[in-house]
């Protein structure tokens, strides 16, 4: 999962295998949620997006999962290819607005 | 990225020096905010606006202005650039219509010495 720190916590899959990246969110009020994929040298990519009133959203070949309870925050990514090499973080929304509040991130390392 | 251009890629600056980031959109999003990204730290806000002629902090405004003269541009300025805004900044809007998704640009990194 995230943490805050200078070293970001990686994920090392086999190619094929399928990847649970994971975020602990910090607020219970938070009503909106964003997985991000970013490649070294570009801008952070939406993935897929989760509202608090939902508890499970998929699209192509991912799935989002959250635990409102616990306060987490899950991305599924079904038979990892080595384009999926790349940080991914979560960010969550509270309240009216559009301000999001965003994880440090994941390294996911796509071995072949 | 949804269309969101950013100028320059690169930049290296002497402290003291002024400069200004530009970032366009030409969709009509209305909501355009910068962030910052530091290595091991999440993306943090530097101001915002939700429209032409409106601006906002966010969380690191200090030694950063905007203004948003027109929907399509949202530049950020140093007026008087420090070591400590060495970085790589993101400008990010929010299409008409998707209340809360926000689309990235590729970024600036920029260097104080």
């Known amino acids: 999962g995230e943490s805050v720190g200078l070293h970001l916590p990686t994920l090392s899959v086999q190619e094929g295998d399928n990847s649970i990246i994971n975020c602990a969110y910090s607020?219970?009020?938070?009503?909106?949620f964003i997985w991000y994929k970013q490649e070294s040298g570009k801008g952070p990519q939406f993935i897929i997006d989760?509202?608090?009133?939902?508890d499970k959203r998929q699209g192509q070949r991912v799935t989002v999962l959250l635990n409102k309870t616990v306060k987490h925050l899950s991305l599924q990514i079904a038979a990892t290819q080595p384009g999926d090499s790349a940080v991914y973080f979560c960010?969550?929304?509270?309240?009216?607005?559009?301000?999001?509040?965003f994880g440090t991130g994941t390294q996911l390392k796509v071995e072949l | 990225n949804a269309g969101v251009t950013q100028t320059p890629k690169f930049q290296v600056l002497k402290t003291g020096q002024s400069m200004t980031l530009q970032c366009a959109q030409d969709?009509?999003?209305?909501?355009m905010s910068w962030y910052r990204q530091d290595p091991g730290m999440g993306l943090r806000l530097i101001h915002y606006?939700?429209?032409?002629?409106?601006?906002d902090q966010g969380e690191v405004p200090n030694g950063y202005n905007v203004s948003r003269s027109t929907t399509e541009d949202f530049p950020l300025r140093l007026l008087s650039a420090a070591p400590s805004q060495t970085s790589v900044y993101f400008c990010?809007?929010?299409?008409?219509?998707?209340?809360?998704?926000?689309?990235f640009g590729p970024g600036t990194r920029l260097t104080v010495l």
């Open positions: 990010a809007s929010t299409p008409p219509g998707v209340a809360d998704t926000q689309y």
């Open positions: 607020n219970s009020a938070s009503d909106y």
């Open positions: 989760i509202r608090s009133n939902m």
């Open positions: 960010a969550e929304k509270t309240g009216g607005g559009n301000k999001l509040t």
């Open positions: 969709m009509n999003h209305e909501y």
């Open positions: 606006s939700v429209g032409a002629g409106i601006t």
